[in-house]
Each structure stands twice: as C-alpha cells, then as structure tokens.
C-alpha cells in the first residue's frame, strides 16, 4: 500500500516549457487535491477533485489545468511555466466522507529559471 | 475574506518542556478545524480535528489541542515534546462556504526546533 505518490519528485524548467505532475492513490480515495507550498505562506488550493472526471478550481488556479480521466490519478499541468510557479507541490487525497482527513504525497520540488 | 493566522514563525523549545503554538481563524462561524504535521522532506499529516462538542481535542503523539469560540483561537499543545517533535506544525480550516469538498485554508505554519 503505497499511499500517494507524487511523480517525479524534482524538476528544473526554463521559462515557457511546459510540464505535467502526476499524482496517484491506491486508498480509493473519491477526492484529490493539488496544492502549493511557498515560504511563509501555507499551503494554498490549486485545482481539486470530488470524483473521475470531474474537477474545480482552487484558490490559485491561474497557470494550471488538471485532468482526473481515472479514480486513482490526478494530474497537474502547466502549459507555459513561469518563474511565479517555482514552488513544492502537493498532492492529497480523502474520502468523500472524511473531506478533510487528507492524505499528502511526498511532494515535488518545481523550479523555473 | 477567511484566513488563518499562526502568529509565530518559527519557536525552539528543550526537550521535554511544554509546549503550545498558536492559531487563530478569521470566519464568521465555527469552521471545522485541525493541526497538520510536516515532517522534513515528506508531506502533511493529519494530527487532531474539531467539528463541534468538547472544546478539548485529542491527537496522535500526545497532541492536543483547544477551541476557544471567544478569541477565535485553536492552539495546540503538548506536555512535554521530544526531539521527534521538530517539524513544521500547519493550523488549517475547513467547511467554508457550500458543500462538503475538503477544501482547506492553511495557516502559515510555525517552526518546531526542539534542543536537547
């Protein structure tokens, strides 16, 4: 039982490159969220998702798009990196019943020069 | 607009002392409300909750922590800290607005250095 894994763990992008981070959980977990960790500011939302083929956006969603074709993934997209979006990522996932009762990933460390 | 404030960055305690971090939520009502741990190099997990009832909320590892409706505060304590204990401690809440999808506002986190 793996729990949530996050791939890949560390990534350097020029500016405008374009990438995506996959998340997966083996919990069968209805919910998934992708979040955002920068110094001194928490965590923040970025985009989540209350089931396959569904998703919503957070609060800091500009810059990102997110796709959930399948239960156990959640993938993070940026279409056009800036250096705004260096950050570490992180990805959770619940059940419906137990929204807030998050399972973090190990996180993935994003840097764009 | 919502948010959650942790007044203290970062705070170096002795192991063994007490110790208490500070949180306090900006929310019209009573938001649900819980404490994260984030241990160097991994990810968040899940300490205690509160949604309503006792005012007093037991953890995992010793934690607890105490919903004050009056001073808007849900800090978190401990009696006596171990040297595992050092990580970064993250206030968060949740049950803003309409429906029930998980979504969290975090604190800023505060900083645990605990000396031997």
């Known amino acids: 039982n793996a729990g949530v894994t996050q791939t890949p763990k560390f990534r350097v992008l020029k500016t405008g490159q374009s990438m995506t981070l996959l998340c997966a959980q083996d919990?069968?977990?209805?919910?998934m969220y992708w979040y955002r960790q920068d110094p001194g500011m928490g965590l923040r939302l970025i985009h989540y998702?209350?089931?396959?083929?569904?998703?919503a956006k957070g609060e800091v969603p500009d810059g990102y798009n997110v796709s959930r074709l399948k239960k156990q993934n959640f993938l993070l997209g940026l279409e056009s990196a800036a250096p705004s979006q260096t950050s570490v990522y992180f990805c959770?996932?619940?059940?419906?019943?137990?929204?807030?009762?998050?399972?973090f990933g190990p996180g993935t460390r994003l840097t764009v020069t | 607009a919502q948010s959650v404030t942790q007044p203290d960055i970062h705070i170096t305690v002795s192991e063994g002392a007490s110790l208490e971090l500070r949180c306090n939520y900006s929310?019209?009502?009573?938001?649900?409300l819980f404490w994260y741990v984030q241990s160097p190099g991994q990810g968040l997990q899940l300490l205690l909750k509160?949604?309503?009832?006792?005012?007093l909320v037991q953890g995992i590892k010793g934690f607890e922590a105490e919903f004050k409706r009056s001073q808007s505060s849900f800090n978190l304590r401990k009696p006596s800290v171990h040297w595992s204990d050092a990580a970064e401690y993250f206030c968060?809440?949740?049950?803003?607005?309409?429906?029930?999808?998980?979504?969290?506002?975090f604190g800023q986190g505060t900083t645990l250095q605990v000396k031997p």
């Open positions: 959770a996932s619940s059940y419906a019943g137990t929204p807030y009762e998050q399972y």
């Open positions: 919990m069968n977990h209805e919910y």
């Open positions: 998702s209350v089931g396959e083929g569904t998703t």
């Open positions: 929310y019209g009502a009573t938001p649900y």
């Open positions: 509160y949604f309503s009832g006792d005012t």
């Open positions: 968060a809440v949740g049950g803003i607005g309409s429906g029930n999808t998980g979504k969290l506002i």
